[in-house]
């Protein structure tokens, strides 16, 4: 159930050519509190003018707008009346399409660039005269449409920007959606709330007064059944359903045993009976039942594989006892529909990201997605906004599996209380040293090595526990982060003094690529 169409009436499109910043360009645009949804570039125009879009942005991409075979669009596009902006392909597309002229560029511009912009243009309202921007092409436009003046320029690129007044079309030759362009919130500001004259009223508290209205109208008086992982994205689905039909939600939390320390009971204390949300929870303990199941399986993807497969069993056996639900709700986010290629057509019953797929035979007439049109950062407003506690909303990313693909080789009852208590350890002094909001994702791996060691008059002959601790902006690349040594000498003393079966502790320098985030 995608919900943007009815929740705002203004929208700005996204268009997508393929660029890799799709999703940016759509997050910075709500972050002016106007709702923007992405669309791939085979979008019917027809379909585009049904929207009645207040703007619409195109992505840049990777092909050159010249040659036979790239994405292209109709003219009719640049001639709705919409004010159109074009960004990087974006830009060089709408001046081909219009007659002007994009050519292989005699010098490639990449990263940081100083650009000279007009500051009577209104897209530079408050921009400095001279800013760094971010510029990535091949391609150059060497000669602006007819109509259009040129707006901004740099040594190399003369045409980095241009505006057509009479029709409100704009293009930008270099990326304002990345952080790298100093000011390029503030020029996408000036084009949706200035040039396209949204009043931005996009805000978490109305999106979740509506939602809760839209999720009352659509259920009526059915059932809803949620499987629950104690992630961000299922837990506030959970809050969002619970406050809009209470007792009608049932929620399904299986507990596999592969979750942090004490993650379960926490869980439980937030959505069950003596925590403030009024829904019907069910807690599995099924942890022995899934040690028993990985006994002896040591390769990654069968230990993935069983667990998943496990969790529909488990599933499923709750769900017949409840009976027949009217809806299976999931806590599908927007990233989610746009990387399944959906853009914003009506999604497919997707694998669920938290249990690697759905029980196809779990008795229910319609799936309901009540966070499909929310970015990450924006679920975590909506939990906030909801009453969730802060340590649930900003938990860190977690894998579905849990500590099966954090634990090499095989999974055993003593592996994982070993790794609980690290990560335990490890997460607390992060927190301490005031880390843990600047470090995008941290935690305890268990290797398979075990080494000799000493401690007190003894040899000992136990395992090696790795830290790990990456930033990352899209998860697709990763950097390793430098934790101070202090902290690391902290974590390594209190982890071989309180940790039983540990005797040497690894820091993980390894990016991603060639490396994951995960270890399995």
């Known amino acids: 159930m995608s919900m943007g169409e009815k929740l705002s009436t203004e929208k700005v499109i996204v268009i997508d050519f393929g660029g890799q910043y799709n999703q940016l360009v759509a997050r910075r645009v709500r972050e002016c509190n106007v709702y923007c949804e992405i669309y791939s570039y085979k979008t019917d125009i027809e379909q585009i003018k049904e929207m009645h879009p207040k703007g619409i942005i195109l992505t840049g991409g990777p092909n050159s707008c010249y040659e036979e075979d790239s994405p292209t669009y109709q003219k009719e596009l640049f001639e709705l009346g919409i004010p159109v902006l074009g960004l990087c392909y974006g830009a060089q597309l709408m001046m081909h399409i219009l007659g002007g002229k994009v050519e ?3 010098v490639r511009e990449y990263g940081k660039t100083e650009v000279y912009v007009d500051k009577s243009s209104s897209l ?19 000669q602006a449409a007819p109509g259009f ?6 040594t190399d690129c003369p045409v980095a920007a241009a505006e057509c007044l009479d029709q409100n079309l704009y293009a930008i030759q270099f990326h304002p959606e990345v952080l790298h362009t100093v000011e390029g919130t503030k020029m996408l500001y000036n084009f949706v709330r200035g040039v396209c004259g949204c009043s931005g009223t996009w805000r978490m508290d109305s999106f979740v007064d509506e939602s809760v209205q839209r999720i009352r109208e659509k259920v009526g008086d059915g059932k809803v059944l949620l499987a629950l992982s104690g992630g961000v994205d299922s837990s506030v689905a959970a809050g969002l359903l619970s406050r809009a039909i209470g007792k009608q939600l049932t929620c399904v939390f299986v507990d596999h045993g592969l979750l942090r320390k004490d993650e ?3 869980v439980e204390a937030v959505f069950g009976p003596s925590g403030n949300f009024n829904l019907n929870f069910i807690r599995v303990n099924a942890q022995e ?17 069983i667990i998943g497969e496990e969790f529909i069993r488990v599933f499923e056996e709750e769900a017949k006892k409840i009976g027949t639900v009217d809806f299976l709700a999931q806590g599908t986010i927007y990233p989610d529909v746009v990387e399944s290629g959906l853009g914003g057509e009506s999604a497919v019953i997707k694998s669920h990201h938290n249990v690697g797929g ?11 997605e009540p966070l499909r049109d929310l970015f990450k950062d924006e679920v975590r407003k909506a939990g906030l906004e ?47 040293a005031g880390l843990d909001r600047s470090i995008g994702q941290y935690f305890a791996a268990l290797t398979n090595m075990r080494s000799v060691g000493v401690m007190g008059d003894e040899r000992t002959y136990d395992y090696a526990v790795a830290l790990r601790a ?4 899209d998860f697709m690349t990763a950097e390793s982060v430098e934790i101070p040594f202090e902290v690391l000498q902290k974590v390594m003393s209190r982890i071989i003094n309180e940790v039983r079966g540990v005797n040497r502790v690894f820091y993980d320098l390894t990016s991603k690529p060639p490396g994951t985030i995960e270890f399995e």
Request: hydrophobic share 40%; with cysteine.
């Open 104 to 106: 292989k560029a005699p």
């Open 124 to 142: 530079f309202a408050d921009v400095a005269e001279t800013t760094i921007c971010w510029m990535s092409h091949f391609d150059y436009i060497s």
């Open 149 to 154: 003046r040129i707006i901004a320029h740099t």
């Open 264 to 266: 379960g009971d926490e």
């Open 289 to 305: 039942r899934y040690y028993a199941k990985l006994a002896g399986v040591t390769e990654p993807e069968t230990k993935r594989k």
């Open 358 to 368: 759905l029980p196809e035979y779990v008795d229910f007439k319609e799936i309901i």
């Open 386 to 432: 909801l009453g969730l506690p802060k340590n649930l909303v900003f938990r860190q990313p977690f894998p579905g599996p849990g500590l099966g693909i954090r634990i090499i080789g095989e999974v055993t009852a003593e592996k994982v209380r070993i790794v609980q208590d690290a990560d335990a350890i490890y997460r607390e002094e992060i927190a301490k």
């Open 470 to 473: 990456v930033n990352t902006v």
